[in-house]
């Protein structure tokens, strides 16, 4: 008909495509750029919601290219999109890499509480448990409400790194708080349970919860009204 396809009918036929096959997705990927057009935020969004633990590791490494020579900057939400990718296909060296480049001045800014919890999970994953308590304590700081998988994923960080009693801390403190006692549930608890069961803490596992408090001083405050960062 004449008219030449734009980056927004490309990403179409690329979120098509990869709901049956990266392979088709990445020919369109070479289509667009020989069509003088360059992927962008959305495009990578797509190809990372694509990768799953069946992934070639290669194709992980090619959308982290793409999104390192982007003209235009990162969002959060494709902060967010990368960060689980690698974790899905385990690739904790893309991941580092990743989280480097937060903590350097091309650092995306974070406001929404999806995002923080996608770092906080990320950093546990990388074993960075100060990096997950620096993204908790920032989220704080901006006094941006958790949401339940936000402190889920606090709670699991900690758990994983050996540091079941200061999630079961975490969440007695939450559970005191008004503003976030609701958003505390059974599956964080399990996930402590978990956590002293591995360590052969059978005495925690059956403890009360008043028998276990945090004592001042231990660590910052984790209550959303705290001013500390």
């Given at each position: 008909?004449?008219?030449?396809?734009?980056?927004?009918?490309?990403?179409?036929?690329?979120?098509?495509?990869?709901?049956?096959?990266?392979?088709?997705?990445w020919d369109l990927v070479q289509e667009m750029k020989?069509?003088?057009?360059?992927?962008?935020?959305?495009?990578?969004?797509?190809l990372l919601k694509s990768c799953q633990q069946n992934?070639?590791?290669?194709?992980?490494?090619?959308?982290?290219?793409?999104?390192?020579?982007?003209?235009?900057?990162?969002?959060?939400?494709?902060?967010?999109?990368?960060?689980?990718?690698?974790?899905?296909?385990?690739?904790?060296?893309?991941?580092?890499?990743?989280?480097?480049?937060?903590?350097?001045?091309?650092?995306?800014?974070?406001?929404?509480?999806?995002?923080?919890?996608?770092?906080?999970?990320?950093?546990?994953?990388?074993?960075?448990?100060?990096?997950?308590?620096?993204?908790?304590?920032?989220?704080?700081?901006?006094?941006?409400?958790?949401?339940?998988?936000?402190?889920?994923?606090?709670?699991?960080?900690?758990?994983?790194?050996?540091?079941?009693?200061?999630?079961?801390?975490?969440?007695?403190?939450?559970?005191?708080?008004?503003?976030?006692?609701?958003?505390?549930?059974?599956?964080?608890?399990?996930?402590?349970l978990k956590g002293f069961s591995h360590l052969k803490?059978?005495?925690?596992?059956?403890?009360?919860?008043?028998?276990?408090?945090?004592?001042?001083?231990?660590?910052?405050?984790?209550?959303?009204?705290?001013?500390?960062?």
């Amino acid at each position: 008909a004449g008219f030449e396809p734009n980056t927004v009918t490309f990403n179409e036929l690329i979120d098509a495509s990869a709901k049956t096959g990266t392979h088709h997705a990445w020919d369109l990927v070479q289509e667009m750029k020989a069509c003088g057009l360059k992927p962008n935020r959305v495009t990578c969004s797509i190809l990372l919601k694509s990768c799953q633990q069946n992934s070639r590791a290669a194709e992980v490494e090619r959308i982290m290219a793409i999104l390192g020579s982007m003209e235009e900057e990162m969002d959060e939400i494709l902060l967010s999109s990368a960060c689980e990718a690698c974790i899905r296909v385990g690739r904790e060296d893309l991941l580092r890499q990743l989280l480097a480049r937060q903590r350097s001045d091309r650092h995306v800014q974070v406001r929404g509480a999806h995002t923080f919890g996608s770092l906080i999970r990320a950093h546990g994953y990388i074993r960075d448990v100060r990096g997950a308590w620096d993204a908790w304590n920032s989220m704080l700081a901006q006094r941006v409400i958790p949401t339940s998988i936000t402190i889920g994923c606090m709670v699991e960080a900690l758990v994983l790194n050996g540091e079941t009693q200061a999630g079961y801390e975490l969440l007695t403190e939450l559970r005191l708080d008004p503003e976030t006692r609701g958003l505390i549930n059974s599956v964080m608890y399990g996930s402590v349970l978990k956590g002293f069961s591995h360590l052969k803490r059978f005495d925690r596992v059956w403890a009360s919860p008043s028998a276990c408090t945090s004592r001042p001083g231990d660590r910052k405050s984790t209550r959303l009204n705290s001013s500390h960062p």
